[in-house]
């Protein structure tokens, strides 16, 4: 395992992480789902027993995943672990039959109270905002808790997970007030949005966490043209036939023949891919499984520039009409 610089802080943090949304488990709001289905907790725990002899440090977690319960999981697990980084986010939460949202000064502090008891730790390594959108961050309670949270040393550092679509107006607002110390954003092969907030990150000392770099699934291999999603899978209402078909269908013709020059999985591919931006600080594919942990980390590679660049292209002649169905699905 490899460990890269987040930002100027003192974290160094393995270039892949573990995802730990799959592992909250199925949770609805309402009738809303917003886990992967259903998982087995004592499963759950070997695949994180098996990322920490692959040397994966970095676990990243949310107190809305399984509404608490990848916390607790990650509590239960690897609490008392010093070698371990945990990052979390607040934000999110359930509210009677919907998904709400609060910035306020004062529930972030209770939140983050809850996080810290449920993963049984007296600090969050880092701890970043989910999704907070523009007005939250001008009205500023939500900044306040954080800068008062590390002030008393329950957060060591902070920043905020950017929006799937539109990630620039809040990364600009971190970057002109020089808030916190990292940015969470999507960055795989078909949603490249976030590129060129990479180079200004990392210009400006911020550490960098890559989210859903298999999309959902879809650039992993694993998915057929006709998958079908459990209604308890948030994916049965963003992934339609169209976006699956269309997706497969550019990856067939013009990913997937790099799989053979590098010998290497699609998975390995893919991630291969984000790495190749020394920007990004770690990579957090999702875990649930210890088969997942070698799927994930045992078949990197060092792209060339060439096929980086034919990669890279392809976000603006196949990726982003793809994308604007992504959008309309949420």
Not at 8 to 15: A, G, I, M
Not at 113 to 122: F, G, P, T
Not at 148 to 151: A, E, G, M
């Given at each position: 395992?490899?460990?890269?610089?987040?930002g100027?802080?003192?974290?160094?943090?393995?270039?892949i992480g573990?995802g730990?949304?799959?592992i909250?488990?199925a949770a609805?709001v309402?009738?809303?789902?917003?886990?992967?289905?259903?998982?087995?907790d004592?499963?759950?725990?070997?695949?994180i027993h098996t990322?920490?002899?692959a040397?994966?440090n970095?676990?990243?977690?949310a107190d809305?995943?399984?509404?608490?319960h990848s916390?607790?999981?990650l509590?239960?697990?690897i609490?008392?672990r010093k070698?371990?980084?945990?990052?979390s986010?607040?934000?999110?939460?359930?509210?009677?039959?919907?998904v709400e949202?609060?910035?306020?000064y004062d529930?972030?502090?209770?939140?983050c109270?809850?996080?810290?008891?449920?993963?049984?730790?007296?600090?969050i390594?880092?701890?970043?905002l989910h999704v907070?959108?523009?007005q939250?961050l001008?009205?500023?309670q939500?900044i306040?808790?954080m800068q008062?949270?590390?002030?008393e040393?329950r957060?060591?550092?902070?920043?905020?997970?950017?929006?799937?679509?539109n990630?620039?107006?809040?990364?600009?607002?971190?970057l002109e007030?020089?808030?916190?110390?990292?940015?969470?954003?999507?960055?795989n092969l078909?949603n490249?949005?976030?590129?060129p907030?990479?180079?200004?990150?990392?210009?400006?000392?911020?550490?960098?966490i890559?989210?859903?770099?298999l999309?959902?699934?879809?650039?992993s291999?694993?998915i057929?043209p006709d998958a079908?999603?459990g209604?308890?899978?948030?994916?049965?209402?963003?992934?339609t036939?169209q976006?699956?078909?269309?997706?497969?269908q550019?990856?067939e013709?013009k990913v997937?023949?790099?799989?053979?020059k590098?010998?290497?999985t699609p998975?390995?591919?893919?991630?291969?891919?984000i790495?190749?931006?020394p920007?990004?600080?770690?990579?957090?594919?999702?875990?649930?499984?210890p088969?997942?942990?070698?799927?994930?980390?045992?078949h990197l590679?060092q792209?060339?520039?060439?096929d980086?660049?034919m990669?890279?292209?392809l976000y603006?002649t196949?990726?982003?009409?793809v994308?604007?169905?992504?959008e309309?699905?949420?």
């Open positions: 395992m490899n460990y890269r610089a987040f100027n802080t003192d974290l160094k943090v393995s270039e573990f730990t949304w799959a909250g488990g609805f309402g009738k809303t789902p917003i886990g992967w289905g259903p998982s087995d004592t499963v759950s725990v070997k695949a990322a920490l002899d040397g994966i970095f676990f990243d977690t809305f995943y399984g509404l608490g916390e607790e999981l509590g239960n697990t609490s008392n070698d371990v980084i945990i990052a986010k607040v934000g999110q939460k359930a509210g009677a039959d919907k949202i609060d910035y306020t529930y972030i502090i209770r939140a109270e809850a996080s810290l008891k449920r993963l049984k730790r007296d600090h390594d880092f701890h970043h907070a959108r523009m939250h001008e009205n500023g939500c306040q808790a008062q949270l590390q002030k040393g957060i060591r550092y902070w920043g905020i997970s950017l929006i799937t679509f990630p620039f107006p809040e990364a600009a607002f971190f007030h020089s808030l916190g110390n990292g940015f969470q954003l999507v960055f078909i490249q949005k976030a590129l907030i990479l180079a200004k990150a990392a210009n400006a000392g911020y550490g960098v890559a989210r859903m770099p999309q959902f699934g879809l650039l291999g694993q057929k079908v999603f209604s308890d899978d948030h994916r049965s209402y963003r992934i036939p976006i699956t078909g269309t997706v497969l550019v990856l013709d997937w023949p790099l799989c053979k590098y010998d290497t998975t390995g591919l893919a991630l291969s891919y790495l190749g931006y920007e990004i600080s770690t990579v957090i594919p999702g875990i649930r499984k088969e997942q942990v070698a799927l994930n980390t045992e590679v792209l060339d520039e060439t980086k660049q990669l890279r292209d603006e196949d990726w982003l009409a994308m604007g169905l992504m309309k699905q949420g």
